[in-house]
């Protein structure tokens, strides 16, 4: 008998080698004898870690090579952060499924929003992060913060804290002594937080079968609804833009915000509709959002480059 390969292409990470052990232990759970091999690919954003995303273009920073890795044949499935996907998915690439979602919510690590005493400094490498809290709390000041779990971990700012999902202590089973998990009403996540997305290749049945076989549906439906209002703002991880769907049946709740990079300025808004029409939800949040927020984008660009 002729033993059955799958190749999982993933980031090195801690965190990513968790979600890949994960979807491999899924895979041979639906096709027994399967052998799932892992295939550890480095990415510009694990090579340069020292600068901001927003730098190096923002979202797709940790997920191209990984692409590459499938597109070319050394591997058949992509395993990304779902987060961390752009919202355009490559041609030669079929985003076939989305695995049970964990807590899309972000966290707090070292102290509780509340408890953050005036002027305290919050270390976050996300646009999104940093204006939401600016909102909540315009006293507060910010420093750059990237890496991986642990690195970041060790950089808690004195009398401060660090910004993390919270799928991600889950999954490493970590727990930091002071922890505040923010509401989605509070903090709206990224568009894909807390899920995991997997690619193959266009037109290879046996991989898109074998990830049908681990997909949820209701968590594909609502990060395509995510996914759907990122493309529609042109987001990425240099924006402070988010989107966060729900499911109660057949209806679908999407809610997204738009923020001035200062945080000054926080749009919020939502669609409620039926789930078979999650892409369409997402799109029209998006472009009203944008459309109410384009003066957000013009002042953030003079903000990184100064007046022309």
């Given at each position: ?24 232990a ?5 096709a ?11 990415t510009a954003?694990d090579?340069?870690?020292d600068r ?7 979202r797709?920073?940790f997920v191209?090579?990984?692409q ?9 499935v992509?395993?990304h952060?779902?987060?961390d996907?752009?919202s ?6 079929l985003?076939a499924?989305v695995p049970?979602?964990?807590?899309p919510?972000?966290?707090?690590v070292?102290a509780?929003l509340?408890g953050?005493a005036p002027g ?8 999104r992060?940093?204006a939401?809290l600016?909102?909540l709390r315009?006293?507060l000041?910010?420093?750059?913060l990237?890496?991986n779990?642990?690195?970041?971990l060790?950089k ?5 804290a ?6 991600a202590l889950?999954r490493?089973r ?14 709206v996540?990224q568009?894909?937080q807390?899920?995991?997305a997997?690619e193959?290749?266009l037109g290879?049945?046996q991989?898109?079968g074998?990830?049908a ?18 493309a529609a ?12 769907a ?16 200062d ?6 808004d ?12 997402g ?14 984008l ?5 903000q990184?480059t100064?007046p022309?």
């Amino acid at each position: 008998m002729v033993e059955r390969l799958t190749r999982l292409a993933t980031r090195g990470s801690p965190l990513a080698l968790w979600q890949a052990e994960a979807v491999a232990a899924k895979l041979r759970a639906v096709a027994p004898g399967i052998r799932v091999d892992l295939l550890v690919v480095d990415t510009a954003g694990d090579l340069n870690v020292d600068r901001p995303i927003g730098e190096m273009g923002g979202r797709g920073v940790f997920v191209k090579e990984v692409q590459a890795a499938v597109i070319d044949g050394r591997a058949d499935v992509a395993v990304h952060s779902a987060k961390d996907l752009p919202s355009i998915t490559p041609p030669e690439l079929l985003l076939a499924s989305v695995p049970e979602r964990g807590d899309p919510r972000d966290a707090l690590v070292g102290a509780t929003l509340a408890g953050l005493a005036p002027g305290a400094r919050i270390a976050t490498g996300s646009a999104r992060r940093r204006a939401q809290l600016a909102w909540l709390r315009p006293d507060l000041t910010f420093e750059e913060l990237r890496g991986n779990i642990a690195t970041r971990l060790a950089k808690l700012p004195a009398g401060g804290a660090i910004v993390m999902a919270a799928a991600a202590l889950e999954r490493l089973r970590l727990q930091p002594g002071v922890l505040d998990v923010l509401s989605v009403s509070d903090m709206v996540p990224q568009a894909g937080q807390g899920a995991l997305a997997l690619e193959c290749r266009l037109g290879d049945a046996q991989s898109s079968g074998l990830l049908a076989a681990i997909d949820d549906p209701d968590a594909f439906a609502c990060v395509s609804a995510e996914r759907a209002f990122l493309a529609a703002v042109g987001g990425g991880c240099d924006l402070p833009v988010g989107a966060h769907a729900t499911l109660d049946g057949a209806v679908m709740t999407i809610e997204g915000v738009f923020a001035s990079l200062d945080g000054k300025v926080v749009l919020r808004d939502r669609r409620i509709g039926p789930r078979t029409e999650a892409a369409s939800l997402g799109s029209d949040l998006g472009r009203s959002l944008l459309d109410a927020g384009g003066d957000l984008l013009e002042a953030d660009a003079e903000q990184r480059t100064g007046p022309s």
